[in-house]
């Protein structure tokens, strides 16, 4: 009878689990697929790439909307046992609450497994990924300049023209019209032309040129003579990546270590660093937490059918307290490495708030005490 009572409310917890997470998944995936869309298509990427951005992007979403899916698919199944009075009988037989939230502590373990494995492995790989796949694009971007012969658009308002490139990479002939400032249009006109690599940008190099600025307010137009002129392309292509990681991109022992060479990696502090580790733990723990509060609230309002949506309120607003808490102390750990245990206050909160409503749920005795007190 226990082992079977486990595996059906673990099963309904699982189900129920699988469907929020689906839902959730799809409505941030739609929100992060329109601004990729609007950034590939409309660069002249096909749809592999951009079907290929959105799949990297999938690991950290899911990671994201794991705790919230198993909230709620806890919440919606101890609701349904209790409305269908399944959670009474069982209770009837002798269950105490402490033995009824077995299979929920098991359904939590499950969750802060798979939330690990996301924060530990598969959105470091990925977040690494996409940021080369995005560096790879940039350059090719660049690498459509790189065309001799025709007049090209990179952006509104920019029109970019080469007659010649020759075999060692110069750029013969330049023509660039710059119209973004609708109230200053500058031409820019070169014998030839380099392309460099900048901190932020390539840079268009013009040697030996001029530029001619009509201003549109006063109908003048200077013109300018120049032996080398450098025109900066960051507003035209994308950067390209120049070496620098971001530190959700690395494993979390190089975080833990936060060592010289990973600081110089990331650009970044060591408190930092090892924020980012404690945070991918303290995380993942929260998946652990949020089904425990979700079921010991609901158990707290007894069985009635009318008198559960206070309980489902309460449950909501302890996990929003729960997040809020691990944000804060998450905050504190990269100001000071050493306040790393404050990384945990907020799991550490939740898990000892539903031990205090089970505790409440096996005594309820306690309640109505307290309530008579007020």
Not at 124 to 132: E, F, N, Q, T, Y
Not at 328 to 341: I, K, M, N, S, T
């Amino acid at each position: 009878m226990t082992g079977r009572f486990d595996r059906y409310l673990l099963s309904q917890l699982l189900m129920l689990f699988g469907f929020f997470a689906l839902v959730l998944v799809l409505v941030y995936w739609v929100n992060r697929a329109v601004v990729l869309f609007d950034q590939l298509i409309a660069n002249g990427q096909s749809a592999v790439v951009f079907l290929e951005f959105t799949a990297l992007t999938l690991p950290n979403v899911i990671r994201i909307v794991l705790p919230v899916a198993a909230f709620a698919g806890t919440v919606y199944a101890t609701n349904r046992l209790m409305s269908e009075s399944e959670l009474v009988v069982v209770q009837a037989t002798g269950f105490s609450p402490w033995r009824l939230i077995r299979p929920v502590l098991i359904f939590g373990v499950f969750i802060f497994v798979v939330s690990s494995i996301l924060a530990h492995l598969l959105v470091p790989i990925s977040s690494a990924r996409l940021a080369d796949r995005t560096a790879e694009i940039s350059e090719n971007m660049t690498a459509r300049l790189l065309s001799e012969g025709r007049f090209l658009h990179p952006a509104d308002g920019v029109t970019f023209y080469i007659r010649e490139i020759t075999s060692v990479g110069v750029l013969s002939n330049i023509f660039l019209s710059d119209s973004r400032d609708p109230d200053r249009r500058v031409t820019y006109t070169a014998r030839e032309a380099l392309l460099v690599r900048g901190e932020t940008a390539p840079n268009l190099v013009m040697i030996d040129g001029m530029a001619q600025a009509y201003d549109t307010t006063t109908r003048r137009l200077p013109v300018t003579r120049f032996e080398d002129f450098a025109f900066d392309l960051s507003g035209l292509v994308d950067a390209a990546g120049s070496g620098r990681r971001s530190p959700n991109e690395l494993p979390t022992h190089m975080l833990f270590d936060a060592s010289v060479a990973t600081q110089e990696l990331t650009r970044t502090s060591r408190a930092r660093l090892i924020a980012e580790a404690h945070e991918r733990i303290s995380n993942a723990l929260n998946g652990l937490v949020a089904p425990l509060i979700g079921f010991a609230a609901l158990l707290v309002g007894g069985f009635s059918r009318f008198g559960i949506w206070r309980q489902i309120i309460g449950a909501i607003v302890a996990l929003i307290v729960v997040q809020m808490l691990t944000q804060a102390g998450q905050g504190a750990v990269r100001g000071d490495e050493d306040a790393w245990p404050l990384a945990y206050v907020g799991p550490l909160f939740g898990f000892l708030l539903a031990m205090g409503l089970l505790l409440i749920a096996d005594r309820p005795a306690l309640l109505r005490w307290r309530r008579r007190r007020a």
